[in-house]
C-alpha cells in the first residue's frame, strides 16, 4: 500500500499530477457512494481547502480507500461554514455539543466521506480501515497533534461507534438525523479532547505501517 495525501488544492489546480491524483481518488469516492443514493453530487467548496487521503493498492495502484479531513481553520479563511453547523439544527442537543467542541480551544478536524472499494478489502484484512484513516488524518494534518479535537458524521448503519469511542469522550451521547445527501440515519459525533491513551496506542498499532506507507520520506509527528 501506498498512502497519497492532497492538499490545499484549491492553490494547485495547475499541478497536473496532484489534480490527477484527486481525480482518480474522486472518481472512486462517487462510485463507491453512489451505492447508497443512484443521482448523488459529492464535489462541492470543501475539496477545494480540505486534506485527501488516499491508499494506494500495492496489486494495481489503484486508490482502494479515501477520506477527507476539513479544519474548521481553512473555513474560516475561506468564508465556509463548518461541514458540522449546516446540521446543527437537525437536533436540539447539537448546538450545546458544537459549543463545547469551540470552547476547548482546539483546532477541530471533521472527517468525511471515509470509503473502502471492498474489491481490496484484503489489503487492510489486519487493521480497521475507520481506525487506521481517522488516525492518519490526524498525522497527516500538519496540526499539533495534542491541539486537534474532532467531528464526523458517520452513517448509523456501519456501527463505527466502537472506533470512535476509543478517540475521546462524545460532546453529549445525541440522537441520530437524516443526512440531507444520504437520506438515512447518520451519527453526529463531537469530541472537543482526544484521549492521550488514544495517541499511545495508535502510534503503537500503526507508526510502523505509516512509515512503510510513506516510504519512511517523513518524520512521524508525534503527541506531546
Not at 102 to 112: D, K, W
Not at 186 to 203: A, G, L, N, Q
Request: overall charge negative.
Amino acid at each position: 500500500m501506498e498512502l497519497a495525501v492532497v492538499k490545499d488544492l484549491g492553490e494547485n489546480l495547475g499541478n497536473v499530477r496532484e489534480a490527477a491524483v484527486f481525480m482518480e481518488a474522486i472518481e472512486m469516492r462517487q462510485r463507491l457512494f453512489r451505492q447508497n443514493k443512484k443521482n448523488l453530487c459529492l464535489l462541492d467548496p470543501y475539496d477545494l481547502i480540505s486534506d485527501h487521503l488516499i491508499l494506494r493498492s500495492s496489486r494495481d495502484g489503484k486508490p482502494f480507500a479515501y477520506s477527507r479531513v476539513t479544519p474548521l481553520s481553512k473555513c474560516l479563511a475561506h468564508d465556509l461554514l463548518y461541514p458540522v453547523v449546516p446540521l446543527l439544527s437537525s437536533c436540539r442537543e447539537y448546538p450545546e455539543a458544537y459549543a463545547r467542541l469551540l470552547s476547548a480551544g482546539h483546532e477541530p478536524l471533521h472527517m468525511g466521506f471515509l470509503c473502502l472499494d471492498p474489491a481490496y478489502r484484503d489489503e487492510v484484512a489486519s487493521v480497521k480501515i475507520v481506525d487506521l484513516m481517522i488516525w492518519l488524518g490526524f498525522i497527516s494534518s500538519g496540526f499539533a497533534l495534542d491541539q486537534v479535537s474532532f467531528t464526523a458524521t458517520p452513517n448509523a448503519k456501519f456501527n463505527q461507534d466502537p472506533w470512535l469511542k476509543v478517540i475521546g469522550d462524545w460532546a453529549g451521547d445525541m440522537p441520530d438525523f437524516i443526512h440531507p445527501l444520504i437520506p438515512e440515519a447518520h451519527r453526529m459525533v463531537i469530541i472537543p479532547k482526544i484521549y492521550d491513551s488514544y495517541w499511545t496506542s495508535r502510534f503503537s498499532l500503526y507508526s510502523e505501517l505509516y512509515k512503510s506507507l510513506r516510504g519512511e520520506r517523513e518524520a512521524l509527528p508525534r503527541a506531546a
